[in-house]
């Protein structure tokens, strides 16, 4: 079974362009949520997919936005960078039932913004 | 903000059993355990999570206390490899999980 997939794993960016980053989903997996994890932090909850849709979000901004794919994967896309975005983004995915939400991370991709 | 109470570093001897505590005294009855860890500059990687009952797995033992206030993360053998930085989580299933700032373990050969 492959794990979580995520790209790129390193880009740079300047303050006002947008970026987009890839995850693929761990095989059997149908809800993917992304983190954002500043230097010296824990993760911190961005948004969840499930079915195609939105469902639950964290405290950022609507220039934060996503989308996931029949094939369950999905992309983060951030609008508008500022120097605060500056961080590692990770990706997990997770197969929603009604019991344990065990999240399947990839290895993230780290944004600098300049 | 997190549900969690955890110190914020620790040292362990390799070789020893490392035992790392968290507190979640607001815990309500359908709320799972979770604990994950972080090596340096790597996603955090799931260990193990429990409901009520003690769990262990090929990684870990998840001690819960009666009243499910508090709980300890056992790693029975702990090596250099076990240096990360550990999550513990308080969540309903199927709601995302929030993190806190998790402990700092070091083991020292």
């Known amino acids: 079974e492959t794990g979580v997939t995520q790209s790129p794993t390193h880009l740079i960016k300047t303050r006002g362009q947008q970026v987009t980053l890839r995850c693929s989903s761990q095989?059997?997996?149908?809800?993917v949520s992304w983190y954002q994890q500043a230097l010296g932090q824990g993760p911190q909850f961005i948004f969840q997919y499930y079915r195609e849709e939105e469902n639950g979000r964290g405290n950022f901004p609507p220039r934060f936005s996503g989308l996931q794919f029949p094939n369950y994967s999905s992309e983060l896309n951030v609008n508008a960078l500022e120097l605060d975005d500056s961080a590692l983004y990770l990706c997990a995915s997770s197969f929603r039932s009604s019991g344990a939400n065990v999240l399947t991370f990839g290895a993230g991709s780290r944004l600098t913004v300049l | 903000d997190a549900k969690t109470t955890q110190p914020t570093s620790m040292d362990c001897a390799e070789g020893r059993a490392a035992n790392l505590p968290c507190n979640h005294s607001?815990?309500?009855?359908?709320?799972?355990v979770y604990w994950y860890r972080q090596i340096h500059s790597q996603g955090p990687q799931y260990i193990i999570h429990g409901l009520k009952n003690n769990e262990t797995n090929e990684m870990a033992s998840l001690i819960i206390t009666e009243d499910r206030k508090s709980s300890t993360l056992i790693l029975p053998h702990a090596t250099l490899r076990d240096t990360a930085v550990y999550y513990c989580i308080v969540s309903l299933g199927n709601t995302p999980l929030v993190f806190g700032k998790g402990t700092r373990l070091s083991v020292i050969a």
């Open positions: 095989s059997g997996h149908n809800t």
């Open positions: 607001t815990i309500s009855g359908n709320e799972y």
